[in-house]
């Protein structure tokens, strides 16, 4: 599959902003710095469809990307950044869970770790959380080019134990620099819709 248009169709905050539930979509997930805007701008093939910052955070709305005029992509607010208030933080995971709980179009999410570290304590909670729905079993390892080709294996595996990864359920190292691994990526997406 091959992303050739892809625009932002909404911005929302609640569910009355989301657009109608005409087309299915696939949500992404991801700590604040793990680089989704990135990951996202690499598989739609436009450089600035979302934006990248170098402070974390700067997501706190749902994005609409409507993608070929065929499904949408759904850039949902980073998870786990600190120098968010205790009340912003909150506000934003009520927002995510009404949408991940309640939008009927939603096929599936894709959850981001970073390659480098093992799953933190949010990136396990979000696991179990998108399980608990159905919505679990792809994970994209960012920042694949960040470590060598010996030890890749290693930390998939790592992702795959600390998350609780079913046999099934896939790890796609994916390298935004490098641009690797969205193709594998996209074939997923192109099964799932």
């Known amino acids: 599959m091959k992303i050739n248009k892809a625009e932002l169709e909404a911005v929302a905050v609640k569910a009355s902003q989301y657009p109608p539930e005409d087309l299915p979509e696939i ?15 690499l598989i739609t093939g436009r450089k600035s469809l979302a934006r990248v910052s170098g402070s974390p ?5 749902i994005n609409f990307y409507r993608c070929n ?29 009404g949408y991940l709980e309640n939008r009927g179009t939603l096929r599936k999410v894709v959850q ?6 093992k799953p933190s304590a949010q990136d396990v909670q979000m696991y179990e959380y998108l399980k608990y ?12 080019d960040k470590v060598g080709s010996n030890q890749r294996a ?15 359920d896939l790890v ?13 990526l996209l074939e997923v997406i192109e099964t799932l819709l």
């Open 112 to 117: 981001l770790v970073d390659i480098r570290h």
């Open 27 to 41: 949500a992404f997930a991801g700590r604040s710095n793990v680089g989704k805007s990135s990951l996202l701008n």
């Open 57 to 61: 955070g700067k997501t706190r709305t």
């Open 133 to 144: 729905y159905d919505l679990d079993g792809i994970v994209v390892a960012t920042k694949a």
């Open 172 to 184: 796609i190292p994916v390298s935004a620099l490098k641009r690797t691994g969205d193709d594998k």
């Open 69 to 97: 005029d065929e499904f949408r992509i759904v850039d949902l607010p980073g998870y786990g950044f600190a120098k968010v208030s205790k009340a912003e933080s909150e506000k934003w995971g009520a927002m995510i869970e």
């Open 154 to 168: 290693a930390c998939v595996k790592t992702i795959r134990q600390t998350l609780g990864m079913g046999k099934e």
